[in-house]
Nanobody, 117 residues
């Protein structure tokens, strides 16, 4: 059973930065593609970024150049550095783990990010 625990959310002013963390446990971290998704009020959950064990990354067009996803395989943790945050990026941010062997996915409980002055 994969367990994911996010942290790092909070209130930030427009243009500010936050770094989210997601601690992974329960399975072998290296066989999972890790990702961050977000869900704004009244909207569907959307992909923000993903990263493979080898470090290959994929970003939503809206965050390219501002957000950086990374993983520390020694600490079983994935991060999302968010710079230049916009009010419309206010959302609950969820950590996702997808097995490359089974395609099974697990989700964290989410961490709320509020971008407001």
């Amino acid at each position: 059973q994969v367990q994911l625990v996010e942290s790092g959310g909070g209130l930030v002013q427009p243009g500010g930065s936050l770094k989210l963390s997601c601690a992974f446990s329960g399975k072998i971290f290296s066989i999972y593609v890790m990702g961050w998704y977000r869900q704004a009020p009244g909207k569907q959950r959307e992909l923000v970024a993903t990263i493979t064990n080898g470090g290959s990354t994929n970003y939503a067009d809206s965050v390219k150049g501002r957000f950086t996803i990374s993983r520390d395989n020694a600490k079983n943790t994935v991060y999302l550095q968010m710079n230049g945050l916009k009010p419309e990026e206010t959302a609950v941010y969820y950590c996702n783990a997808k097995s490359v062997l089974t395609a099974m996915e697990s989700w964290g409980q989410g961490t709320r990010v509020t971008v407001s002055s």
